[in-house]
């Protein structure tokens, strides 16, 4: 860096150009989808010089992945601790499901990056891939209690996890787009997901041996 760089100056003056700019994207995306806006745009809302994104993103595609990187990553550590927080691996589970719905509704901009599909297929199952193996892992534990209590066995987790997945994003997305009113006679997403779950996984067990 150079006293000449302008942007090197933007950059140290502004702090985190980084972080300010996954900020801005954050809003961006929230208001309008991953699609629709552009760097230029988020370097407005950030504060920063139209060129100054480029120190760190080559175009919207990339600031769009790094927000979807940090979301899943916020999003992990959200549905652990959720799990951690229960009494039981049953309530464990459950809760995972609240926290999946809670984190759409207030993380709009994270949750619509992290389901954009518009970043390399590669990143997308690497970012994914924590969330699944959490999800497997919470039903692992379910599984283990449900055949010590002599109420069969779940022939399938792999496939359970990623229909509980499934069954979460869909009624997470219907919600944030106004289909699933939380008010009677339609039950709210909360319950409509905790249903749909147990029923998954008494659809998914072997009778006990």
């Not at 302008?6 to 980084?18: D, E, F, S």
């Not at 552009?38 to 139209?50: D, K, N």
């Not at 060129?51 to 999003?75: I, M, T």
């Amino acid at each position: 860096m150079t006293k000449k760089d302008p942007l090197a100056r933007q950059g140290y003056h502004h702090g985190n150009l980084k972080e300010a700019l996954v900020i801005a994207a954050r809003k961006l995306i929230a208001e309008r989808g991953p699609a629709g806006f552009t760097l230029v745009e988020a370097a407005r809302l950030a504060g920063v010089s139209p060129a100054a994104p480029y120190r760190h993103f080559k175009d919207r595609a990339a600031l769009v992945a790094e927000v979807a990187q940090q979301g899943f990553q916020e999003f992990g550590k959200r549905m652990g601790a959720a799990a951690k927080a229960a009494a039981t691996d049953k309530e464990g589970f459950m809760r995972m499901g609240d926290t999946y719905l809670a984190f759409a509704r207030e993380e709009p901009g994270y949750y619509a990056a992290m389901f954009s599909g518009g970043y390399p297929l590669d990143t997308a199952e690497k970012v994914g891939q924590a969330t699944f193996d959490g999800l497997a892992n919470a039903i692992r534990g379910v599984a283990h209690h449900m055949r010590a209590e002599g109420k069969g066995e779940i022939v399938n987790i792999d496939g359970l996890a990623y229909y509980v997945w499934a069954m979460s994003h869909g009624i997470a997305t219907l919600s944030a787009a106004g289909f699933l009113p939380d008010r009677e006679p339609r039950p709210s997403p909360d319950v409509l997901l905790q249903d749909g779950v147990e029923a998954l996984v008494r659809g998914s067990l072997a009778p006990p041996k």
